[in-house]
């Protein structure tokens, strides 16, 4: 499974930047897709993740209400949507996928077997 995010760029702090996640296969039907960032000088961390099932959606608490995943089942890729963007949001995003993560562990990068290669989102204060 090969994945591939794309979508990142420069804004203004306030402002909105949509990410995608592409898959190779034909859709993301049975995968669990997470969404991670990385800062210079920092941990790879949790920002939110869709379950298996496309009914749940999970976040960390810094995004939640800024940020909101999506997926279009009928297609190959899914929507990381960010508004309201600060300069701490700042970092190279990554989108993951797995087809056994558990609830519990939907926020550990250890529990992604398929990684996307990354997108710079940077915002300017």
């Known amino acids: 499974v090969q994945l591939q995010a794309s979508g990142g760029g420069l804004v203004q702090a306030g402002g909105s930047l949509s990410l995608s996640c592409t898959t190779s296969?034909?859709?993301?039907?049975?995968?669990?897709v997470g969404w991670f960032r990385q800062a210079p000088g920092k941990e790879r961390e949790f920002v939110g993740a869709?379950?298996?099932?496309?009914?749940?959606?999970y976040y960390t608490d810094s995004v939640k209400g800024r940020f909101t995943i999506t997926r279009d089942k009928t297609k190959n890729t899914m929507y990381l949507q960010m508004s309201s963007l600060r300069p701490e949001d700042t970092a190279v995003y990554y989108c993951?996928?797995?087809?056994?993560?558990?609830?519990?562990?939907?926020?550990?990068?250890?529990?992604?077997?398929?990684w996307g290669q990354g997108t710079q989102v940077t915002v300017s204060s």
């Open positions: 993951a996928a797995s087809r056994s993560v558990i609830t519990s562990a939907i926020s550990d990068p250890g529990a992604y077997a398929y």
């Open positions: 296969e034909r859709t993301f039907r049975g995968y669990a």
């Open positions: 869709i379950a298996r099932s496309g009914d749940s959606t």
